[in-house]
Structure formats: structure tokens, C-alpha cells
């Protein structure tokens, strides 16, 4: 019995830890493959415009992945449980959903699209940043209120983790609110603030601030 409880725990940090590592390496492995196996060495503006490259089906799959395990991770009560349902539906939808691609006054793309598919309904790229939206925010709330509970008397590692994840939630937050604000400028605006690709840099810090929590959480550092 002891050691089918022991195999469970470790199941479920290993899942933790998987969830974590893909979460990190999304960014760094669609720039780098899409330099190694693409014709567009371009950095693209957003994680979620990868979809119009030759790396679609890595976004695509990766974020079915991070999505499934998030689905099939069991938390220690319902509300977990749901938190990490939502967040996966969200991943499923965004991952399925893409992105809008924006088109110059000649109808170009303001940015190098390899697949570029501008036939696309206007209300599957509204439902695509809405569930990207929803799917960093409910992550947030699960580090900052799921994964600091627990422990009547919290031992030192903790307390450091437990400050570890509110602050990897508090990034996540702020980059959400951020993203929002960079939406809600006028197009003039956001095309003077295309090159310095603000949206591709605020997902990349939400993403290593997602990793980096349910790695924690894995007990891959920081365990008791």
C-alpha cells in the first residue's frame, strides 16, 4: 500500500516537473526551429504567431501536451482540480484557435509568416487571445493561491517557496495587464512598438514565470 502511495507522489511530481520544464523551453525551442528547420529567420512578434510558420505543429502539439497534463493533473481538492482543468481548456483552445495575423494597406503581413492563412474568421483570433488571456490568469491564480497552501507549521523551504510563487504569479499578472494595455493602444502606436516585440518578450516572461512555479512544485528544487 505504502508503495503504491510513494509511486502516485512521484507520478504527480514528475507530471508537475514536466509541466514546468515544457512551459520554460516553449520560447527558446520555437525561435530555435524555426532559424534551424525554416525559411523565415525572422523572430516573430508572438509565441502564438509561430502558428503561421513552418512551426506550427510544435506550437500546436506542445501546447496540446502542456494542456492534457494540466487536464490529467489531480490537485489536493476540487478547486485544484478545476484550476487546472480550466487552464488546460484554455491551452486547448489557443493551441487550435489561432492567432489573427495582422495585414498592411497592401495586404502583406506586418511580420514574416511563412503558412500565412488570411482567410481565417475575425472571431477565431478574438477567441484565441481571450483564451490566452484566461489560460496565464488562471495559472497565476494557482500559484499564488493553490500552490501556497497547505502546512499549519510551513517549514523554511516552505515559506521560500510559497514567495516563489506569488512572485512567479505577480509576473504573470503584471504581463497580462501589460498585454492588455499594449491591445488597447491605438494601431499607430502599437506598430512604433512592433520592432522592439513587446508582446513576444511579456508571453516569454509569463511562460518562464509559469515554468518556474511548477517546477517548484515538482520538487525539483527547493524540497523539504
Known sequence: MNTAKNNLVISYLTLRKAIGILGILLPLTLAIGSVIFGDCLTIQQSISNYYHTNMRDVFVGYMCVISV????YKGYDTLD????????????????LPTAIKIDPL???????????T????WIGIVHLISAGLFFITLACISM????????????E??????IYRTCAIIMFACM???ALFFALPLNFQSQLLPYKPVLILETFALLAFGLSWLVK???ILRD
Not at 482540480?81 to 491551452?91: D, K, P, V
Request: with cysteine.
Open 69 to 72: 497534463f494540466l487536464i490529467a
Open 81 to 96: 482540480n478545476l484550476a487546472s482543468t480550466l487552464a488546460g481548456t484554455f491551452g486547448l483552445i489557443l493551441a487550435l
Open 107 to 117: 495586404g502583406n503581413p506586418l511580420y514574416c509568416n511563412i503558412l500565412c492563412n
Open 119 to 122: 482567410s481565417l474568421p475575425g
Open 145 to 156: 493561491f493553490l500552490f501556497t497552501k497547505g502546512y499549519y507549521y510551513p517549514t523554511p
Open 158 to 163: 516552505k515559506l521560500l517557496r510559497n514567495k
Open 177 to 179: 495587464a501589460a498585454l
Open 218 to 220: 515538482g520538487e525539483a
